[in-house]
């Protein structure tokens, strides 16, 4: 079989990415339709900006979705004549192409990217709202109460906000300190604050209705609660609680450990933001109307603050997803975390670049996607803000 | 003022001390003990081997004494082996009486290096001065380019300029130095791009030229221009509406004279805040491409610290790069505060 030249080898990864554009497609023809019933995500249809940037990040996130059928190798089936081979280049039995070349062991680039893509698309955004909750919980009443409680947080915020986020993984992250469980207790601590928030959402909405608030409280607290502990514990670890037979929720030890270091990383920025904002609302009228009517404090904070607080937020949002998604990469980077074999795109940043000089593709291909990625974020959240600032 | 800053130094210490104290604990866990009991005595050695070892090069005692002695305020541990006297503070063949009861970091005893076998204290100097070449030429390059850009698209905003400047901007932003760098290299260091540059700057720590320095120095800028050019972006732009801009152009005043003497230093106070906050932000960037480059800094030598688990270079890195953090941020403020007149504190 013949070789594909840059034309066809464009073609072909276009093909491959059919079920992308169909998904692209039908989401922009339906949002577009109706965005005049849609709030702010309707207004994005109407900013340019806004609109690419949403275009490339939905292409990744249907990418991620439908990664199986777009792959055309298994990510980690070797080919050895394939080894740093040009994009295009045919396979020896002539079945097929690697459409975008192989890497140094002989891989579908192709392949691998689009595997990775589901990597980063699985922990970032999850990473993301997990910081929000640990930074709303704890910025809105350092904001509100302000005080000594402010002072203590705000010092322990500045405190891991000076540490170098490398030094930081480096210390969270290698086999030595992960032994001793670290990690998973760190792990304990931050998983809890969904529960937390969650809680305290629905009790200080619903105290009236102790009949209809205890219900929920209970479900949130048994459904919450098994999941926490089913994420947390793994038996053969440190933290072991439920017994293997009930823990249906296998997370590799390695990816839980990324997680939990990247929230960890993100939450003091995203509680110095909100405490900001905090501090500027709780003078509004509004506030203190509701503080005049006898509200209760966690009412006024979650009902009344944080519904108001939502446009930078939901901005910043945008902005952290990527900046997580640089994380992500930079752990990959240094091979921290994640196995070698893993096909999300720092790693294989990681693995390409040190035969950059004779093959670049391998480390070029995921460099690419990685940045349309957070380019993307970055135009949404600038297209988002510019309409939030609209009203 | 003297009272913000006595606080602000108060701040930092108790930050500093929490900091060390957090790094120390870390990697004084006892798995990474053990492995260097490991390293340094034998990788065969029996449980009870790395026991003795570890009791012997004092390790074995409680972490905040150990702390307080690699600080240097508690004295250093003391023993007697064949009628000799060792001691965390007695050099080989040195008299125990005159060695120094305390040796610690305030002491200038920074301990040694178990990689590099060598005394941590030069170690870190040598490839802090490697570094701060570095960061130099990034800051030559990155400052005046990055407010550039701010100033002409924050100029007139909405224009063409301003829009193709923001995206620039937008684009260099969203790409971290492990991408840019592996781009720049792929392209212009290679044989199937233009072969301009070189793709390791191991050879600028003896020389520097323009060949093998300047791909490094790129790829850290071309993170933070972006950053930086949309805050000078927002804050020229905040200037340009101000009331005293409407009335000199009013007057007549030409429009670069309106951006040069009345606007400029107005919107580069904002800037200035950013461009120290942006230091811990250079450290991340120094260690990705000194890795990348294979320039033998400060950020390749805390890599290497870290992954081969020398516990004191590790220790020393640290304290390096918490005091730069720390440092910078209470720049920014007394800056800030001195720069801006409206500022008052109370």
């Known amino acids: ?391 | 003022m003297l009272k913000f800053l006595l606080r602000r130094l108060f701040t930092m210490v108790l930050t500093a001390l929490c900091l060390t104290f957090v790094v120390f604990f870390l990697t004084n866990l006892p798995p990474n003990l053990e492995k260097l009991a490991k390293s340094e005595a034998g990788s065969r050695i029996t449980d009870a081997e790395v026991e003795s070892w570890l009791e012997k090069n004092g390790h074995a005692r409680p972490l905040l004494v150990r702390y307080g002695e690699w600080l240097g305020v508690m004295p250093g541990w003391t023993r007697e082996e064949n009628g000799v006297t060792l001691g965390r503070c007695i050099a080989r063949g040195q008299d125990p009486a005159e060695a120094p009861r305390f040796c610690g970091v305030l002491e200038g005893y920074w301990g040694l290096s178990s990689v590099f076998k060598d005394d941590v204290g030069t170690i870190i100097g040598t490839r802090l001065g490697l570094t701060g070449i570095l960061m130099f030429w990034v800051m030559m390059l990155m400052v005046p380019v990055s407010l550039i850009i701010g100033v002409l698209a924050g100029m007139r905003e909405g224009s063409k300029l301003d829009r193709s400047l923001s995206t620039f901007s937008i684009a260099s932003t969203a790409t971290p130095e492990y991408v840019s760098g592996v781009i720049l290299i792929a392209v212009f260091a290679t044989s199937m791009g233009w072969k301009v540059f070189k793709g390791t700057a191991t050879s600028a720590m003896d020389s520097i030229t323009f060949e093998n320095f300047f791909l490094p120095v790129l790829t850290i800028a071309l993170y933070g221009i972006g950053y930086i050019a949309r805050m000078t972006r927002a804050s020229m732009t905040e200037v340009m509406t101000a009331q005293y801009i409407r009335t000199a152009r009013l007057k007549g005043v030409s429009f670069t004279n309106v951006v040069m003497k009345h606007a400029l230093r107005n919107a580069l106070i904002a800037p200035f805040t950013v461009i120290m906050l942006q230091f811990p932000w250079l450290l991340n960037g120094v260690v990705i491409v000194e890795t990348l480059f294979n320039y033998k800094g400060f950020g390749w030598t805390l890599v290497q610290a870290a992954g081969n688990n020398d516990i004191q270079l590790l220790l020393g890195c640290s304290v390096v790069a918490v005091v730069v953090v720390l440092a910078t941020q209470l720049i920014s403020d007394v800056g800030y505060v001195f720069l801006n007149p409206r500022i008052r504190i109370s």
């Open chain 1, 1 to 391: 079989m013949e070789d594909l030249g840059w034309g066809a080898i464009l073609l072909g990864v276009a093909k491959q990415f059919l079920p992308v554009w169909i998904a692209l497609v039908v989401t922009f023809a339906v949002s577009i339709r109706f965005k005049r019933r849609l709030g702010l995500y309707g207004k994005l249809f109407d900013s340019t900006i806004g609109m690419i940037g949403f275009a490339i990040v939905m292409f990744w996130v249907f990418s991620a979705l439908f990664a199986d059928l777009i792959v055309t190798h298994d990510t980690l089936s070797q080919i050895s004549q394939m080894k740093n081979k040009m994009p295009g280049t045919a396979k020896p039995d002539g079945s097929g192409w690697y459409l975008l070349g192989g890497d140094h062991l002989g891989r579908d680039v192709f392949s691998r990217m689009v595997a990775g893509s589901r990597v980063v698309i699985q922990i970032a955004p999850l990473a993301t709202l997990f910081a929000f909750m640990v930074g709303v919980t704890l910025g809105l009443p350092a904001g509100y109460y302000a005080g000594k409680l402010d002072t203590g947080l705000s010092f322990l915020a500045n405190l891991i906000l000076a540490f170098p986020v490398i030094l930081l993984f480096y210390l969270l992250v290698t086999p030595e300190i992960v032994e001793t469980g670290l990690p998973q207790y760190l792990a304990i601590v931050l998983f809890l604050f969904p529960i937390i928030f969650l809680m305290v959402l629905v009790n200080s909405r619903y105290y009236v209705m102790p009949a209809f608030r205890t219900k929920v409280l209970t479900a949130i607290a048994v459904i919450g609660g098994y999941l926490y502990l089913a994420l947390v514990g793994e038996v053969g670890t440190k933290v072991a609680v439920l017994p293997n037979a009930i823990d249906l929720i296998h997370v590799p030890g390695n990816i839980l450990i990324v997680f939990v270091s990247v929230v960890f990383v993100n939450s003091p920025t995203v509680f110095r933001i909100v405490r900001g904002i905090t501090l500027d609302i709780k003078t509004r009228d509004y506030v203190s109307a509701a503080q005049t009517r006898g509200e209760r404090p966690w009412y006024i904070m979650l009902w009344e603050i944080l519904p108001n607080a939502r446009g930078p937020l939901i901005v910043d949002f945008c902005l952290r997803i990527g900046y997580t998604t640089i994380l992500l990469g930079t752990l990959g980077f240094f091979g921290l975390g994640l196995s070698p074999e893993s096909p999300d795109w720092g790693s294989t940043i990681n693995a390409g670049r040190k035969l950059l000089t004779i093959a670049p593709h391998p480390a070029i291909v995921p460099a690419l996607a990685l940045m349309s990625l957070v380019l993307g974020l970055n135009l949404l959240a600038d297209g988002l803000r510019e309409e939030s600032l609209k009203d």
